[in-house]
């Protein structure tokens, strides 16, 4: 059979989908070095926009900004894999029950449901019940979009772990929860693992739920971002997402190699 | 001698199917008992029942006189082999092998003194600090071996611990699981359907057949005195003739062979009786006692002759056209009868047996 490659046409259509979804990234990345107070016009290599985010007049703002939403991701990344490995293996490990494909719907329709249907009926109930929004509302809302983001490659992960190693544990005295904390949790590690990475990058992106959620003067990375470009682009927000882009990157390429590393332990 | 393991009337349903259909046996202490059955009799399923992970539907398992059908597994005294040895893949192999001790809360420097003699005995020490990915099959077998012993089980349960292993090492393994169990002095429950495996290790061998206990009995009992056509068909090899029943009396009866003859030969006696006198009923004769005689009262004739080394094989139909093997040694080189021509053939005296159906 031929490859891919030799359909007619292939390489001219692979270039222009690069050239869309990666084009905008590039000049981001690359006006962010520039030396110019223009965004369209290039004046040398620099590095002023990232002194800038640190040290100019927006600084504070994107300090504290940046901080809430480092420590929502950490927090909403930490509750939502803890309970996204409770529910995988209640799902992969708990037999035939009633509403099993039911349940799992459920821990799935975050993902289906649009964004911003989920962020209005959370601002609605959070209104409801009587949670002033802000901080605490940003982070129950993100612990729970990002559950199924989570849950997915811990599920995967344990549905390729055989059962006959907790038979093996329990067989050799262990309890449940001995062949669960010992045996079956470091098996799926590399799964939890990918699972926290793509739950935290997901949490720090996150801008329309927060920014139905957030309250006032309540403001994460990029809510901030997006305030200070209503006032116009200035090269050092091109800084900023260059900086979170890289973070990006970077989480998503550790939770591949986890998954990977995962697949070689595999026995 | 005491019993190990007490089966009684274990029933296990899987939904609308049922896997065992109401087992009962008894295992003796430090025996070397082998459940013996094709895919899907239920052997690994009543293993599993005694390990406790599977709950029975019905009936009752003593350990050494306590039930414990409806224990937790990590409250049972029994250890497994795993088939696929399910060694834990993020220990070492001393880790491994100390793990159920671990569970036990043997204090650390024991619990590495046990582990570490264990290996020693499946001749592994050296390979302590390893991975089980670093091992090779054979070498994962015996840590699994050693892993299931170190805690000193009352009973031994193995489920099919030999079928991932080539040829080789398994028939070395056989004569090392045997002297193992005869050093250790615990009783070993062996699931297997390789007969070969059973035969050679067993002291006996319980042979199942869609979730019922076909025989119990020691290797040799089994194989020249069947009990049914099952058991004579699924041990070795047999010629099965439908023969025309005149009278069993005593565990003796008289029947007609194909061709007329009458024959006068053992028959099997079933829990429920004789073989039900009269009427059509099978018998075996096994390929290695039947004999080219100038005469005698088979007749068959010959369709091809198969060369396997140590014997030969005749192949030959009766004029009912039933197929018969005869085994004859590979030590004549003359008087071979060609194929197309008729031979006359007597079983040896005790070599025929009446079978119950």
Redesign the interface.
């Known amino acids: 059979m031929k490859g891919v490659r030799h359909y007619p046409g292939f390489l001219a259509l692979a270039v222009g989908c690069l050239v869309i979804l990666y084009a905008p990234l590039a000049v981001v990345a690359a006006y962010s070095f520039n030396d110019s107070a223009s965004i369209t016009q290039w004046g040398g290599f620099s590095w002023r926009w990232y002194v800038d985010v640190f040290t100019g007049p927006e600084a504070e703002r994107f300090g504290a900004a940046a901080w809430n939403s480092l420590t929502i991701a950490v927090l909403a990344a930490t509750a939502s894999t803890a309970i996204a490995v409770a529910a995988a293996v209640a799902m992969v490990r708990g037999g035939q029950f009633r509403g099993r494909t039911a349940t799992y719907a459920l821990i799935n329709l975050p993902l289906m449901v649009p964004e911003i249907v989920t962020a209005v009926a959370a601002l609605i109930f959070f209104t409801m019940v009587g949670i002033t929004t802000g901080y605490l509302t940003i982070l129950i809302a993100h612990i729970t979009f990002c559950i199924p983001f989570a849950f997915l490659p811990i599920a995967a992960r344990l549905s390729g772990i055989?059962e006959?190693?907790e038979?093996?544990?329990?067989?050799?005295?262990?309890?449940r929860a001995?062949a669960f904390w010992l045996?079956l949790l470091?098996?799926m590690m590399p799964g939890v693992i990918s699972g926290y990475l793509l739950a935290f990058i997901i949490s720090l992106d996150d801008f329309i739920i927060t920014n139905f959620v957030k309250g006032a003067g309540m403001e994460t990375l990029p809510t901030a971002i997006f305030g200070s470009v209503k006032q116009g682009i200035k090269p050092n927000i091109m800084a900023i997402s260059t900086m979170m882009l890289a973070v990006s990157v970077l989480f998503v390429t550790l939770s591949y190699i986890a998954n990977r590393i995962g697949q070689k332990?595999?026995? | 001698m005491s019993t190990a393991i007490d089966v009684q009337n274990v029933i296990k349903k899987y939904g609308q199917s049922t896997a065992l259909q109401g087992v009962s046996l008894a295992i003796a202490d430090n025996e070397f008992f082998t459940l013996l059955g094709p895919s899907g009799c239920g052997k690994t399923t009543l293993l599993r029942c005694i390990a406790g992970f599977e709950d029975v539907t019905a009936g009752e398992i003593h350990l050494f006189g306590q039930n414990i059908a409806s224990l937790e597994p990590n409250l049972r005294p029994v250890n497994t082999v795993f088939q696929q040895y399910a060694l834990f893949p993020h220990m070492t192999v001393l880790e491994n092998v100390a793990f159920g001790l671990r569970m036990k809360r043997v204090p650390p420097e024991a619990r590495r003194a046990r582990a570490g003699k264990m290996l020693e005995m499946v001749h592994l020490s050296s390979f302590a600090d390893r991975l089980p990915a670093q091992l090779s099959g054979g070498q994962q077998q015996r840590v699994a071996l050693a892993r299931a012993l170190a805690p000193e089980p009352k009973v031994l349960l193995l489920d099919e611990p030999l079928s991932a292993l080539d040829l080789k090492l398994r028939q070395a393994m056989r004569v090392e699981l045997k002297q193992l169990q005869e050093d250790t002095g615990i009783t070993f429950i062996f699931v297997t359907h390789d007969q070969e495996e059973a035969l050679t290790m067993s002291d006996r061998i319980a042979v199942m057949s869609q979730g019922r206990v076909q025989q119990i009995g020691a290797a040799r009992e089994i194989y020249e005195a069947p009990v049914n056509r099952f058991v004579a068909d699924f041990i070795g090899e047999t010629n099965l003739l439908e023969v025309q029943v005149e009278r069993v009396l005593d565990g003796i009866a008289q029947v007609i062979l194909p061709g007329g003859h009458r024959l006068t030969c053992p028959a099997a006696m079933m829990a429920a009786g004789p073989a039900s006198g009269a009427g059509r009923h099978h018998l075996s004769i096994r390929p290695e006692r039947l004999r080219l005689t100038p005469s005698g009262p088979l007749v068959a004739e010959v369709e091809r002759i198969v060369y396997l080394g140590t014997d030969l094989h005749l192949l030959a139909r009766l004029q009912d056209k039933t197929a018969v093997t005869v085994r004859i040694q590979n030590n004549t080189r003359e008087g071979l009868p060609a194929p197309g021509t008729w031979v006359t053939l007597t079983p040896e005296d005790g070599a025929a047996r009446l079978l119950a159906d």
């Open positions: 055989e006959v190693y038979q093996a544990a329990r067989d050799l005295y262990a309890t001995q045996i470091p098996l332990t595999r026995t």
